[in-house]
């Protein structure tokens, strides 16, 4: 069975600078309905739960799980945990090494993959990675931007160095600028990961991979239950965990590349609805 049914954000359940397909998504929102009343009569349900996995920052991440009505726990940043009934923020940034070397092998029965206590807001905050994303923005913001305008920070991140563009070119010339920083100043442990519209520097390790392992620890569920859909490098991580790996026709070339993913026909919205579906008919079947 297909318990819990994750999707990335932008390139999948939204555009981006786009207006949403707002019938797909109160399609996907009836679904989640129907699984949660499932579940709370004790019915056997071939609806998955929904949740999302974004590289996004938590205000934008929780007003579009509460237009789904998702109460499950979800990620933001790509590995930090939001539980919407207990408003907490929680990451394994202290541990993030032992959460990131579990075995492979044995990944997709594991229900978790430590016994290790999560890190509270105020210690992820705290933690002395920050500096280094820190010195990140600094340089997006007095260096990068001022010499291409175009591009935006993306405000309100904690463990992530965003900037945003709508030129694609652009944010593919930037992402090597990027990588020649982060050698030059001698923070290669920091990951680039990319959209058509997004640059993110995050701690290594604390990536989308993670992301998807707290969440199956949080659902106390294998990740081979769970299916996942992404659509750029940021994604491969999770996608590569996960028992229903999806990908939609727009995901870059990159994603696209890797054997092992279902690599759908439709696009964005319309191919989170078709890979949800294709979960409830496994489910049937």
């Given at each position: 069975m297909i318990d819990y049914f994750v999707?990335?954000?932008?390139?999948?359940?939204?555009?981006?600078?786009?207006?949403p397909d707002w019938d797909?998504?109160?399609?996907?929102?009836?679904?989640?309905?129907?699984?949660?009343?499932?579940?709370?009569?004790?019915?056997?349900?071939?609806?998955?739960?929904?949740?999302?996995?974004?590289g996004r920052p938590l205000a934008y991440t929780e007003a579009l799980a509460q237009w789904l009505?998702?109460?499950?726990?979800?990620?933001?940043?790509?590995?930090?945990?939001?539980?919407?009934?207990?408003?907490?923020?929680?990451?394994?940034?202290?541990?993030?090494?032992?959460?990131?070397?579990a075995n492979p092998q044995a990944i997709h029965s594991q229900k978790t993959v430590g016994d290790f206590e999560l890190d509270s807001f105020s210690s992820l905050s705290?933690?002395?990675?920050?500096q280094d994303i820190e010195q990140v923005k600094q340089w997006f913001l007095h260096d990068v931007v001022a010499r291409y305008p175009e591009m935006s920070i993306e405000f309100a991140k904690i463990l992530d160095a965003g900037l945003v563009c709508h030129d694609p070119s652009l944010v593919d010339k930037v992402e090597k600028e990027t990588a020649h920083y982060l050698e030059?100043?001698?923070l290669t442990h920091l990951e680039i990961h990319t959209t058509d519209v997004s640059i993110n520097?995050?701690?290594?390790?604390?990536?989308?991979?993670?992301?998807?392992?707290?969440?199956?620890?949080?659902?106390?569920?294998?990740?081979?239950?769970?299916?996942?859909?992404?659509?750029?490098?940021?994604d491969i991580p999770a996608l590569d965990l996960v028992g229903y790996p999806f990908t939609p026709s727009n995901a870059r070339a990159?994603?696209?590349?890797?054997?092992?993913y279902q690599h759908l026909a439709s696009q964005?919205?319309?191919?989170?609805?078709?890979?949800?579906?294709?979960?409830v008919k496994l489910n049937m079947s």
């Open positions: 999707t990335d954000v932008d390139g999948c359940l939204a555009t981006p600078f786009q207006e797909i998504l109160s399609k996907l929102r009836a679904y989640h309905q129907q699984a949660r009343e499932d579940r709370q009569n004790k019915k056997p349900s071939p609806y998955p739960l929904l949740s999302i996995c974004t009505g998702i109460r499950t726990p979800f990620i933001f940043e790509s590995a930090l945990l939001f539980d919407l009934d207990s408003y907490q923020v929680k990451g394994a940034a202290t541990n993030r090494t032992s959460w990131t070397n705290s933690h002395p990675g920050v030059k100043q001698g520097v995050l701690l290594g390790g604390n990536n989308k991979g993670l992301g998807l392992k707290l969440l199956a620890n949080q659902f106390n569920t294998p990740l081979g239950q769970i299916a996942y859909i992404g659509d750029s490098s940021g990159i994603v696209r590349q890797q054997d092992g964005t919205t319309a191919s989170v609805l078709e890979a949800y579906e294709h979960c």
